[in-house]
């Protein structure tokens, strides 16, 4: 029997799961146990298989999956797609979902929940660089060199040439401000997950190859963000585009493909 085709998400549907994504990856974070199975029976979508095609793009997110997750994992609806939300005028209470039987008891009487995740929407503000608030992150270009591991940068030519990360955020996960550089993303293969334009955060400290993991990559000489993968013994780099044939995989052996840094943050314009 012939499969049943999809049609082509939009540009705007694959925006949706992308922010979607991102507050999923958040609560995980916090969350440690969260799964898809899980979050399909907390949201009553029934099957890990539905949650999972909504979070990758494979289908459109319609009224009642956006609101149903949003209401799990605490993520904002307006924000994740307000195509859908305008449709609504009569919005309900995003209300909070039982906390996830992982998580630790109450103690003392204070309720244990899942922990609200941190929206990927950054709101912009002026910052000067005696701000204690924020850490400002350079913004370079790599300059690289095939089968080298070192790099040299140099600042970009655009305003400002940094960008504020909050200091909080850098603590929190231990990284070292001195080890943290942010580039921008060039070309569609990793859409809809990074777009032409986005900024994204590498930490240079963390060049170790992680099965999913995103990193900035020296491939034969240039720089590219690709999400690494194993299979077979090897490693590959492999695109979030759906065109996989333009878009294919390639392997990542040798000194043709040298890690340059865990990507570990995104600042985009995209809404």
């Not at 049609?7 to 999923?24: H, I, P």
């Not at 590219?224 to 996989?244: C, H, I, P």
Request: charged share 25%; proline share 7%; net charge negative.
């Amino acid at each position: 029997m012939a499969g049943m085709n999809r049609r082509t998400l939009t540009a705007e549907e694959k925006g949706e799961s992308a922010r979607l994504t991102d507050f999923w990856i958040e609560f995980q974070e916090q969350n440690p146990g969260a799964t898809q199975s899980w979050l399909a029976s907390a949201s009553g979508l029934g099957t890990q298989g539905a949650v999972s095609q909504y979070l990758r793009g494979v289908i459109p997110l319609n009224l009642h999956a956006l609101l149903s997750i949003c209401r799990v994992i605490q993520a904002d609806p307006y924000y994740v797609s307000p195509r859908l939300m305008k449709s609504l005028t009569d919005v309900p209470e995003i209300t909070r979902a039982d906390p996830p039987k992982y998580l630790a008891e109450p103690q003392s009487g204070n309720e244990t929940e899942p922990a609200k995740p941190r929206s990927p929407f950054r709101r912009v503000e002026a910052v000067g660089n005696d701000d204690p608030r924020f850490t400002l992150i350079p913004k370079v270009k790599l300059r690289l060199t095939a089968g080298i591991t070192g790099f040299s940068i140099e600042p970009e030519e655009d305003d400002g040439a940094t960008t504020a990360v909050p200091t909080e955020w850098i603590a929190q996960r231990g990284y070292s401000s001195a080890n943290l550089v942010a580039i921008e993303v060039r070309g569609e293969s990793m859409e809809p997950t990074f777009y032409q334009g986005d900024l994204v955060v590498l930490n240079t400290a963390d060049t170790r190859p992680a099965d999913g993991g995103v990193f900035a990559i020296n491939y034969e000489g240039e720089p590219v963000v690709k999400r690494m993968s194993r299979d077979a013994g090897d490693w590959w780099l492999t695109s979030d585009n759906a065109d996989q044939r333009k878009y294919g995989r390639k392997i990542c052996r040798g000194d043709a493909c040298l890690v340059i840094g865990r990507v570990v943050r995104r600042e985009t314009e995209r809404f």
